[in-house]
């Protein structure tokens, strides 16, 4: 079975040294949120990780959900594991106080996703969701509907779903056809077929509170004639008691790849009863301001697997002894040396591990500039924080994702056989992690919403939140001695990487394909370059702390890890912009009857 | 009916415990730290009484660095109402830490102390003893089942040859075995209640309490590692090297 330790250790030195997120405190309505206090909602929320919801991981995975007359059974344990985390006031962790919520800031909620997430993703699915029509609900819901239906999400004795998909259209939203029909009485008739709703039915909680995407009948065609509707598995009373069963039924749940302990539902809507959230025909807005946090937040799905997958390749890369080191013997008196003595095995660690440590610095980067988005009381500087967040968001969910499949595949590699098979528990990441790649908007479509919406908004602005730090960043140090190694180097791709943006901001400004066709290429370009800008910083501050003799490891491991990054991980990105340079003709050039 | 919980923070158990490269006793640097198990379950049983409505007040007590504070707000997260903090940053030892714990109960009146039978570091096995002797309190040791009474308290302990219950008037001792319950997780809300509950710092030596070593560590080392085993072919055999060989039965 696998292992986990939650690194916590980590996670304090990027919110105390790195970034510092006793900052928060000031902003109203986080007077709370100190470090000390951080410090122990982590532990806590570490242990419950490692304790509850970390051994149900794999006996979730062989065993599964189980449908039967429109019932379905979440594996053994899972029914108190939640009860655990939902009483302990975990899911309510950053919702409002106003109900019932701890009010604690989203960066805090960020470390805690990634902990369930390596614990358990398919757990991690039911609170997720839930999340996501809470924000919903939140953000555009009317007083009355935020009443009747937030409190008891927050406890977790309601859970929630965000019903999008249907069998024709999951990228396309615009051709769906779920129907609303007003009653009269302010509520509406809904009726259509759902698929792939993760949550859409489940034995944990007593209601369950669904989120559909549905047309109303005088709406205009496409994305722009979409409302949202809240449909409630149980119509709920006005004492708010639980009443009548609506007609929102599951059909069948999808057998699948990974996640098998998160129930994925075919969903029948069927004169269900819903109520409007938000504005007719804008529930696409609706949907895309809580979409964005839920991007994010599957970006830290990814960023889970891929610790739960180094921690475990690394263990295993430690006690494997096989072969004898290039130069003879390390450990003479073991029959073979660890196979963590082999450059091979380190490349593949180390890959792993600068990749990872780097992204959790970008998601400290990214939560703390959400809170400051939502609490700061200067418009410009939340103005600019929402813009740095919404520029950070395709690339966080697509870069993070994308590690996290890769990182639990190099733990396969590292245990070879032993890892192929189940009984260490690392190929399990590899199917878990493969969903995180496509739902809440697959990759691609990442790299197209980077390119064909945050690039040109506001004529580059957005860009500006990203490329101005990181320039005064270099030139700030450019003499500093800890970084003559790095800085040089890394300035001179920075300077390309922006003179690539520009040819590209062009060359699609003439043709749209352009675009299309170098995007995946250029978030991952940017996302090297983004993890290159956190390593610098994480390297500054490991410098100034290296003194500090109790953790002298820890900051030498950083400076090292570092090193394999700028010199092994980054240059990738020059191949990244030669693709974009070749521009859209190799790959649009060949006509589809040709293939 | 007022509850003290002395809580003590060591090694976390789930650490490798390493041997200083000098031997001069166990690797603390870097490592992480903890409260001691059999205190959780200590203050779990306390805060379980006061939850019955039987305690009125939970106090919990530490003796150690200025880091002793986070176990403090552990216990205060799992229910505790306050703490106080002997600070002291030495290596503690039993007798020094019993006399403070009786200065602290001296100042406190409770009515119980709930001890774990032992700190996972040392395992010594002898505060809540030594407390109950510099009392002169009635004290049951590796409780698993605490019933209180009126003016009195059943304790079932676990003992070689089973279970044994003994009645003990008030004020008492009790030091707790592992079965006697499980403790709780902390819920956020109480984590962070707990942030605002009073820490009040408690000066030993101003009690005339002194809490340096007595005892002398020469030299730690790591236990030889363990041989190989062998397999015997019937049941026959293995009573017969159990009796004869190992001398066992
Ligand atoms: C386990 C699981 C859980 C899920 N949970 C939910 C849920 O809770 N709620 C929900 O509503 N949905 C859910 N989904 C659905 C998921 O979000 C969709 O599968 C996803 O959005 C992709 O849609 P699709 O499968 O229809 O693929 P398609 O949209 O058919 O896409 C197929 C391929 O074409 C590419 N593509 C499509 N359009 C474009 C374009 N314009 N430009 C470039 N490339 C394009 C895509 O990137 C992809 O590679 C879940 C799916 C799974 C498998």
Same mark, same amino acid.
């Given at each position: 079975?696998?292992?986990?330790?939650?690194? *916590?250790?980590?996670?304090?030195?990027?919110?105390?040294?790195?970034?510092?997120?006793?900052?928060?405190?000031?902003?109203?309505?986080?007077?709370?949120?100190?470090?000390?206090?951080?410090?122990?909602?982590?532990? $806590?929320?570490?242990?419950?990780?490692?304790?509850?919801?970390?051994?149900?991981?794999?006996?979730?995975?062989?065993?599964?959900?189980?449908?039967?007359?429109?019932?379905?059974?979440?594996? =053994?344990?899972? =029914?108190?594991?939640?009860?655990?985390?939902?009483?302990?006031?975990?899911?309510?962790?950053?919702?409002?106080?106003?109900?019932?919520?701890?009010?604690?800031?989203?960066?805090?909620?960020? *470390?805690?996703?990634?902990?369930?997430?390596?614990?358990?993703?398919?757990?991690?699915?039911?609170?997720?969701?839930?999340?996501?029509? @809470?924000?919903?609900? $939140?953000?555009?819901?009317?007083?009355?509907?935020?009443?009747?239906?937030?409190?008891?999400?927050?406890?977790?004795?309601?859970?929630?779903?965000?019903?999008?998909?249907?069998?024709?259209?999951?990228?396309?939203?615009?051709?769906?056809?779920?129907?609303?029909?007003?009653?009269?009485?302010?509520? @509406?008739?809904?009726?259509?077929?759902?698929?792939?709703?993760?949550?859409?039915?489940?034995?944990?909680? #007593?209601?369950?509170?669904?989120?559909?995407?549905?047309?109303?009948?005088?709406?205009?065609?496409?994305?722009?004639?979409?409302?949202?509707?809240?449909?409630?598995?149980? +119509?709920?009373?006005?004492?708010?008691?639980?009443?009548?069963?609506?007609?929102?039924?599951?059909?069948?749940?999808?057998?699948?790849?990974?996640?098998?302990?998160?129930?994925?539902?075919?969903?029948?809507?069927?004169?269900?009863?819903?109520?409007?959230?938000?504005?007719?025909?804008?529930?696409?807005?609706?949907?895309?301001?809580?979409?964005?946090?839920?991007?994010?937040?599957?970006?830290?799905?990814? +960023?889970?697997?891929?610790?739960?997958?180094?921690?475990?390749?690394?263990?295993?890369?430690?006690?494997?002894?096989?072969?004898?080191?290039?130069?003879?013997?390390?450990?003479?008196?073991?029959?073979?040396?660890?196979?963590?003595?082999?450059?091979?095995?380190?490349?593949? +660690?180390?890959?792993?591990?600068?990749?990872?440590?780097?992204?959790?610095?970008?998601?400290?980067?990214?939560?703390?500039?959400?809170?400051?988005?939502? =609490?700061?009381?200067?418009?410009?500087?939340?103005? #600019?924080?929402?813009?740095?967040?919404?520029?950070?968001?395709?690339?966080?969910?697509?870069?993070?994702?994308?590690?996290?499949?890769?990182?639990?595949?190099?733990?396969?590699?590292?245990?070879?056989?032993?890892?192929?098979?189940?009984?260490?528990?690392?190929?399990?990441?590899?199917?878990?992690?493969?969903?995180?790649?496509?739902? $809440?908007?697959?990759?691609?479509?990442?790299?197209?919403?980077?390119?064909?919406?945050?690039?040109? #908004?506001?004529?580059?602005?957005?860009?500006?939140?990203?490329?101005?730090?990181?320039? $005064?960043?270099?030139?700030?140090?450019?003499?500093?001695?800890?970084?003559?190694?790095?800085?040089?180097?890394?300035?001179?791709?920075?300077?390309?990487?922006?003179?690539?943006?520009?040819?590209?901001?062009?060359?699609?400004?003439?043709?749209?394909?352009?675009?299309?066709?170098?995007?995946?290429?250029?978030?991952?370009?940017?996302?090297? *370059?983004?993890?290159? @800008?956190?390593?610098?910083?994480?390297?500054?501050?490991?410098?100034?702390?290296?003194?500090?003799?109790?953790?002298?490891?820890? @900051?030498?491991? =950083? *400076?090292?890890?570092?090193?394999?990054?700028?010199?092994?991980?980054?240059?990738?990105?020059?191949?990244?912009?030669?693709?974009?340079?070749?521009?859209?003709?190799?790959?649009?050039?060949?006509?589809?009857?040709?293939? | &009916?007022?509850?003290?919980?002395?809580?003590?923070?060591?090694?976390?158990?789930?650490?490798?415990?390493?041997?200083?490269?000098?031997?001069?006793?166990?690797?603390?640097?870097?490592?992480? &730290?903890?409260?001691?198990?059999?205190?959780?379950?200590?203050?779990?049983?306390?805060?379980? %009484?006061?939850?019955?409505?039987?305690?009125?007040?939970?106090?919990?007590?530490?003796?150690?660095?200025?880091?002793?504070?986070?176990?403090?707000?552990?216990?205060?997260?799992?229910?505790? !109402?306050?703490?106080?903090?002997?600070?002291?940053?030495?290596?503690?030892?039993?007798?020094?830490?019993?006399?403070?714990?009786?200065?602290?109960?001296?100042?406190?009146?409770?009515?119980?102390?709930?001890?774990?039978?032992?700190?996972?570091?040392?395992?010594?096995?002898?505060?809540?003893?030594?407390?109950?002797?510099?009392?002169?309190?009635?004290?049951?040791?590796?409780?698993?089942?605490?019933?209180?009474?009126?003016?009195?308290?059943?304790?079932?302990?676990?003992?070689?040859?089973? %279970?044994?219950?003994?009645? %003990?008037?008030?004020?008492?001792?009790?030091?707790? !075995?592992?079965?006697?319950?499980?403790?709780?997780?902390?819920?956020?809300?109480?984590?962070?209640?707990?942030?605002?509950?009073?820490?009040?710092?408690?000066?030993?030596?101003?009690?005339?309490?002194?809490?340096?070593?007595?005892?002398?560590?020469?030299?730690?080392?790591?236990?030889?590692?363990?041989?190989?085993?062998?397999?015997?072919?019937?049941?026959?055999?293995?009573?017969?090297? %159990?009796?004869?060989?190992?001398?066992?039965?």
């Amino acid at each position: 079975m696998p292992t986990y330790k939650a690194p *916590l250790t980590d996670m304090q030195f990027l919110l105390n040294d790195v970034f510092d997120a006793s900052q928060l405190a000031k902003l109203p309505g986080y007077e709370e949120a100190t470090p000390d206090m951080f410090q122990s909602i982590l532990e $806590e929320g570490a242990k419950l990780c490692e304790e509850v919801l970390l051994p149900i991981n794999q006996s979730g995975d062989i065993e599964g959900c189980t449908f039967k007359d429109g019932v379905v059974t979440t594996p =053994k344990g899972f =029914k108190e594991a939640y009860e655990t985390f939902t009483q302990g006031g975990w899911m309510g962790l950053s919702c409002s106080k106003e109900f019932g919520g701890q009010g604690l800031p989203l960066l805090l909620n960020f *470390l805690l996703d990634e902990m369930v997430c390596s614990a358990n993703l398919s757990f991690g699915m039911y609170p997720g969701l839930s999340h996501g029509a @809470y924000n919903a609900i $939140e953000k555009h819901g009317v007083q009355e509907l935020k009443e009747k239906y937030l409190p008891k999400m927050v406890t977790g004795e309601w859970s929630g779903t965000m019903c999008l998909t249907e069998p024709h259209c999951g990228t396309d939203l615009g051709l769906i056809k779920t129907k609303a029909i007003p009653k009269g009485d302010g509520s @509406y008739s809904i009726s259509g077929t759902k698929i792939f709703i993760s949550a859409g039915e489940q034995d944990l909680t #007593e209601n369950i509170i669904h989120l559909v995407l549905a047309k109303l009948p005088d709406a205009p065609p496409g994305v722009r004639g979409i409302s949202l509707f809240l449909v409630p598995k149980f +119509l709920v009373k006005d004492d708010g008691g639980i009443g009548a069963r609506n007609g929102a039924v599951c059909g069948s749940i999808e057998h699948k790849m990974g996640i098998k302990a998160s129930a994925t539902c075919v969903m029948n809507f069927d004169n269900a009863t819903g109520w409007l959230v938000g504005v007719p025909n804008k529930g696409m807005k609706a949907m895309f301001t809580m979409m964005n946090e839920a991007r994010l937040a599957v970006g830290l799905q990814g +960023l889970g697997i891929a610790e739960v997958a180094y921690q475990n390749g690394l263990s295993y890369a430690k006690d494997r002894l096989q072969g004898r080191g290039l130069k003879g013997a390390v450990f003479p008196d073991k029959v073979a040396d660890p196979i963590i003595v082999h450059p091979d095995v380190r490349r593949m +660690l180390l890959t792993m591990k600068s990749i990872t440590e780097g992204a959790r610095a970008l998601a400290v980067w990214v939560g703390m500039n959400l809170d400051i988005e939502t =609490k700061h009381t200067d418009a410009t500087t939340r103005e #600019e924080a929402g813009e740095l967040v919404a520029l950070l968001t395709p690339i966080t969910k697509a870069l993070m994702t994308d590690h996290g499949f890769d990182a639990a595949n190099l733990a396969v590699q590292i245990m070879g056989g032993h890892g192929y098979i189940r009984e260490y528990g690392v190929e399990q990441f590899v199917r878990d992690a493969r969903i995180t790649q496509i739902y $809440e908007g697959t990759n691609g479509i990442q790299a197209l919403d980077l390119v064909g919406r945050k690039m040109p #908004e506001r004529f580059g602005r957005m860009l500006r939140r990203f490329f101005w730090p990181c320039a $005064e960043f270099i030139k700030e140090n450019s003499s500093n001695p800890a970084f003559a190694d790095i800085l040089p180097n890394f300035a001179k791709t920075f300077q390309r990487f922006q003179m690539i943006s520009l040819l590209m901001a062009q060359r699609s400004f003439a043709n749209p394909e352009e675009a299309g066709a170098a995007a995946t290429d250029y978030l991952r370009g940017f996302s090297l *370059l983004v993890l290159g @800008y956190m390593w610098l910083l994480m390297v500054k501050t490991a410098h100034g702390k290296l003194a500090d003799a109790s953790e002298k490891s820890f @900051y030498e491991s =950083k *400076l090292k890890t570092a090193d394999f990054y700028f010199a092994k991980v980054l240059p990738e990105i020059n191949a990244r912009m030669m693709n974009i340079q070749a521009g859209s003709k190799p790959v649009m050039g060949m006509s589809a009857d040709l293939f | &009916m007022k509850i003290l919980v002395p809580v003590k923070r060591v090694i976390d158990f789930n650490v490798k415990i390493r041997v200083k490269a000098d031997n001069s006793g166990v690797e603390t640097a870097n490592v992480k &730290m903890g409260m001691n198990p059999f205190d959780e379950i200590a203050v779990e049983e306390a805060v379980r %009484l006061k939850e019955k409505g039987k305690a009125t007040e939970v106090i919990a007590v530490t003796i150690g660095p200025a880091q002793c504070q986070d176990l403090l707000r552990t216990a205060m997260a799992i229910g505790a !109402d306050r703490s106080i903090h002997a600070l002291f940053d030495g290596e503690t030892q039993p007798l020094g830490v019993a006399k403070t714990l009786k200065a602290i109960v001296d100042q406190e009146k409770p009515d119980m102390v709930i001890l774990g039978k032992q700190a996972i570091d040392g395992d010594n096995n002898q505060v809540g003893q030594m407390l109950g002797a510099l009392l002169g309190w009635g004290q049951a040791t590796f409780a698993s089942k605490v019933e209180l009474g009126a003016g009195s308290v059943n304790v079932t302990r676990e003992v070689d040859g089973g %279970l044994e219950t003994l009645q %003990l008037k008030l004020p008492a001792i009790i030091t707790t !075995d592992l079965r006697l319950n499980e403790p709780r997780y902390a819920t956020l809300p109480n984590i962070m209640k707990a942030k605002k509950k009073p820490i009040e710092p408690f000066d030993a030596a101003a009690k005339g309490v002194d809490l340096s070593p007595r005892i002398k560590t020469l030299r730690v080392d790591e236990p030889g590692s363990r041989k190989a085993g062998i397999k015997v072919p019937d049941v026959a055999t293995l009573v017969d090297k %159990l009796k004869n060989e190992a001398k066992v039965i």
